[in-house]
Structures are given as C-alpha cells and as structure tokens.
C-alpha cells in the first residue's frame, strides 16, 4: 500500500525556517518524482512549490526560489523541503506528491499519489 506522510509543518515567524518531511512506503523512491504543492483554504487547484526529478534535478517556483529547497534521499525513502526566509504569503497547505515518471512536471493531474498535508503558517 502506497502512503505518503508529511510533518514538519507549524507556526513560525516570518523569516524564520521550517523543513517539511515527506515519508513514503509501499513503493522505492527510485523511479519516482516528487514535487511539494501548496493550497490555501477554499481554492481548488494545487500549485507547485519545488519538484525534484529522478536525477535529483530540481525545480522551485519564481515565489519560492532561493528560499525553499527540495531534496530526496531514496536510501530513507524521504523527501524533504527546507524552507527559509519564509513570509507571510508561504501561509499553506503543503502537500508531499509522487509520480511514476522521470521528470517531473509542475501539473497535479500528473501525481497519482498524495499525502494528507501539513499546515504552514507564518505569523508574527
């Protein structure tokens, strides 16, 4: 059974860092994207954060870039985002995605397994 489980998430001051962790069993990690997407409340379409490729290729968002890191370590089968500088618009639902494919893409039609989310939240 294919599960991914997020944590990490919290209530953190602005340009204060959290990392995100995402866990995934039932399957290896080798053959498989990932990507971070974020949701606020009451909007309907995911949008991607960072992915990361089976070549351990990455891609962050223009709102993110230079802030958020993605990385995967296949040996843990883990993924994780680290983010700093955060801000008050980084306020989200961030959800861990998976794909069987090489490259990853910033769709998230293309992402067949999703984990539950963990809420972030930046306040002062």
């Known amino acids: 059974q294919v599960q991914l489980v997020e944590s990490g998430g919290g209530l953190v001051q602005p340009g204060g860092s959290l990392k995100l962790s995402c866990a995934a069993s039932?399957?290896?990690?080798?053959?498989?994207?990932f990507a971070w997407f974020r949701q606020a409340p009451g909007k309907g379409r995911k949008e991607v954060s960072c992915?990361?490729?089976?070549?351990?290729?990455?891609y962050c968002a223009g709102s993110v870039k230079g802030r958020f890191t993605i990385s995967r370590d296949n040996a843990k089968n883990t993924v994780h985002l680290q983010m700093s500088s955060l801000k008050v618009e980084d306020t989200d639902v961030y959800y861990c995605?998976?794909?069987?494919?090489?490259?990853?893409?910033?769709?998230?039609?293309?992402?067949?397994?999703w984990g539950q989310g963990t809420q972030v939240t930046v306040s002062s």
């Open positions: 039932g399957f290896t990690l080798d053959n498989y994207v």
């Open positions: 992915m990361i490729s089976t070549d351990s290729s990455t």
């Open positions: 995605a998976a794909a069987f494919r090489a490259l990853a893409t910033v769709g998230p039609d293309d992402y067949e397994y």
